[in-house]
């Protein structure tokens, strides 16, 4: 399972999208200061993980979450 996640930073309430195969342990590694543009703005916080059976499944959601669109949507779901 390949897993699109969306993580917010606690210190400007940015928002990141990604994918993994692990969504947790990728979390971590931009918490511990591991991706260059996350860096920065550490802490992040993850708030929405979705599934996909492929890579490309995946890719295709990321790419719209990633969207001017997408990001509204995520805006509106960050408690």
């Not at 543009?37 to 979705?50: H, N, S």
């Amino acid at each position: 399972m390949i897993e699109v996640y969306a993580i917010v930073s606690e210190k400007n309430s940015d928002i990141y999208v990604g994918m993994a195969l692990s969504a947790l342990r990728r979390l971590k590694e931009h918490n511990s200061g591991k991706s260059k543009y996350t860096k920065g703005l550490r802490p992040w916080r993850l708030f929405k993980i979705e599934y996909f059976p492929d890579w490309s499944s995946a890719r295709v959601r990321e790419k719209y979450l990633k969207s001017g669109v997408g990001k509204e949507f995520l805006k509106s779901l960050v408690p």
